[in-house]
C-alpha cells in the first residue's frame, strides 16, 4: 500500500510540476530596444503607446552605459498631449539599472535625458 501512496503523490507533484512550467511568463503590454549615442540634455527617446491593458509599470533599463563622468543619467517621463504641453511623471536617477516610474496609465510616452555630458547606453530596453 505504501508504493501505490507513493506512486500517487509522485504523479501528484509531477502533474504539479508540468503545469508550472507550461505557464507562460508574465510579461509587460508592450516593449522596446535601442540603443543611445552621444546625447546631450533634452535629447529624447523614441514614443510607444501604452493603453494600460496589463496594469504593469513603465520601466527603463540601461546596460553598458558611459555616463561621461557621472555615475548616472538623470531620465524624465513624459506623456504626450496634442496642442497642450507634455506631462512630466518626475525624473529617476540611472545608474546603468532599471528604473520605475510605477503605472502611468494609458497614453503616449517618452523620456528625455537630463545632463550635462554626453550619453552613450549600448542596450536600453523599455517596459510598459
Known amino acids: 500500500m505504501n508504493m501505490k501512496i507513493n506512486r500517487v503523490g509522485a504523479v501528484a507533484v509531477a502533474a504539479l510540476v508540468a503545469t508550472f512550467s507550461l505557464s507562460p511568463p508574465a510579461s509587460a503590454e508592450g516593449s522596446w530596444s535601442s540603443s543611445i549615442s552621444n546625447w546631450l540634455s533634452g535629447n529624447e527617446s523614441r514614443r510607444w503607446t501604452d493603453n494600460h491593458n496589463d496594469k504593469a509599470s513603465t520601466t ?5 552605459c558611459n555616463f561621461g563622468g557621472p555615475s548616472s543619467a538623470t ?4 506623456h504626450v498631449r496634442d496642442f497642450l ?3 512630466s511623471h518626475g525624473t529617476r536617477s540611472n545608474t ?4 520605475s516610474w ?3 496609465g494609458a497614453a503616449d510616452f517618452y523620456f528625455i535625458y ?3 555630458t554626453r550619453l552613450n547606453v549600448s542596450s ?5
Do not use: A, H, K, M
Not at 75 to 78: G, H, I, M, Q, V
Not at 96 to 99: E, L, M
Not at 124 to 128: E, F, L, M
Open 75 to 78: 531620465l524624465e517621463l513624459d
Open 85 to 87: 504641453p507634455d506631462v
Open 60 to 64: 527603463v533599463s540601461f546596460s553598458g
Open 102 to 104: 510605477g503605472e502611468v
Open 124 to 128: 536600453v530596453v523599455t517596459r510598459y
Open 96 to 99: 546603468c539599472n532599471t528604473v
Open 114 to 116: 537630463i545632463g550635462s
